[in-house]
C-alpha cells in the first residue's frame, strides 16, 4: 500500500476528469497523496533543497546538539531507562511568514530571496488545489478561499500563510524519542517538499502506519482539520507522523494556507458536500478560537477538540 502519486499536468488537459477523480479519491480515502509536475520551477526547488541545508549546517546544527531533545535523551540515558520520550520532538524548525520579512531566522546567502520565490510559487499552487476541491466538492469556485480570507478585500489575502523549515538530525537512540509526534494538522491545506534520500515520514491509513515514500521534488498534499469540516466530513485530516532515524539528516519544508484567525468555519449549506438531509457533523466557530483549544491538544485525539471549541 503506497501514497497516491498525481500527475498534475494533466489537470488542464484531456485527463482532466480522470486527473480530478484521483484526487477527490485520494482526498476521501488517504488525505494524504503527492503531486508531480505540480508546476513549480525544478531549479527552484534544487536552490531551496541546498540553501536549507547550507543554513541548517552552517547556523542551527551546533545549537541543535545543546537543545532540549538532545539533554533529555541524554538524561534517560545516563539513568539507563528504556522508556520512551513522548513529550518531546526531535526536531530544528523555525516558521517563516508573511510579516517576517524584517526578521529573517536564517542569514545564509540567497535564503531570503529564494524562500520569497518558493513560498510565492507554493501559495499559487495552494489556491489551484483549493479550487480542484471546490469543484470535487461541488462548491461554487473559490468557497474554500474565500471562507478562509474572512474580511480580504481588494484582493489582500487575510489567510495565514506559514512555511516550517525543519530538520531531523540523526538520533543515536531512534527507539526512545519522536522525529515528531503523531498529529493532525489544525488547518487548511499542507503543502510539503520532503527529503528526497530519507525517509521517516508516515501517515496513518486504515489502523497502519504508511511510509509516505520520498519523491524527488514531489510536493505533499495533505488536508487539515479546516477542510475536514468544510467538506462536512468527506475529506478527513490525516495522522501523521515522523520516525527518528539513526542515519540522515531529513529535511522537511511544510508550508500551511490556514484560515484567518477571524475566519468563521463550518459546513457548508446546500451543495454536494452537504446533501440535503444530511446533518451538518460539525459546529460552525471562529478558526482563532478552534487554534486555543488546539495548542492544548494537538497531540490527543481529535474529535473533542471539534466539542470543545466555543460555538456561533
Sequence with gaps: MAVPVIDFSKINGDEREKTLSEIAKACEEWGFFQLVNHGIPLELLEKVKKLSSECYKTEREEAFKTST???????????????????????????????????????????????????????KLASKMMEVMDENLGLPKGYIKKAFNEGMEDGEETAFFGTKVSHYPPCPHPQLVNGLRAHTDAGGVVLLFQDDEYDGLQVLKDGEWIDVQPLPNAIVINTGDQIEVLSNGRYKSAWHRVLAREKGNRRSIASFYNPSYKAAIGPPEMTAAAEEGSEKKYPKYVFGDYMDVYANQKFMPKEPRFLAVKTL
Design 69 to 123: 531533545p538532545v539533554k533529555l535523551l541524554n538524561d534517560l540515558l545516563q539513568k539507563n531507562s528504556t522508556e520512551k520520550l513522548e513529550n518531546v520532538d526531535w526536531e530544528d524548525n523555525f516558521t517563516l511568514l508573511d510579516h517576517s520579512e524584517n526578521e529573517w531566522p536564517c542569514n545564509t546567502s540567497n535564503f531570503k530571496e529564494t524562500m520569497v520565490e518558493y513560498r510565492g510559487e507554493v501559495r
